[in-house]
């Protein structure tokens, strides 16, 4: 699953939980997230958090898009 985060200029605890109990679902399924458009500031939430570890991470959707391919 893509998550485009482009439009998204902050993110909070709540945020960052669904976003592992998601990737965690899908996971389980055999499939993945990947997150696409952090700004700075999300970028810095998802990195202190420890996030990077769980999802990759792609600057646009077509980038996302070769991960599946």
């Not at 996971?27 to 997150?35: A, F, H, I, K, T």
């Not at 769980?54 to 898009?65: K, N, Q, R, W, Y």
Request: net charge negative; hydrophobic share 45%; proline share 1%.
């Amino acid at each position: 699953m893509i998550v485009d985060l482009s439009r998204v200029s902050s993110v909070d605890s709540s945020t960052c939980g669904y976003l592992l109990g998601l990737h965690d679902r899908l996971r389980d399924e055999g499939g993945s997230v990947v997150l696409v458009g952090l700004s700075p500031s999300v970028q810095v939430v998802i990195d202190s958090i420890g996030l990077t570890t769980f999802f990759e991470i792609c600057e646009t959707v077509d980038g996302a898009l070769l991960l599946f391919g």
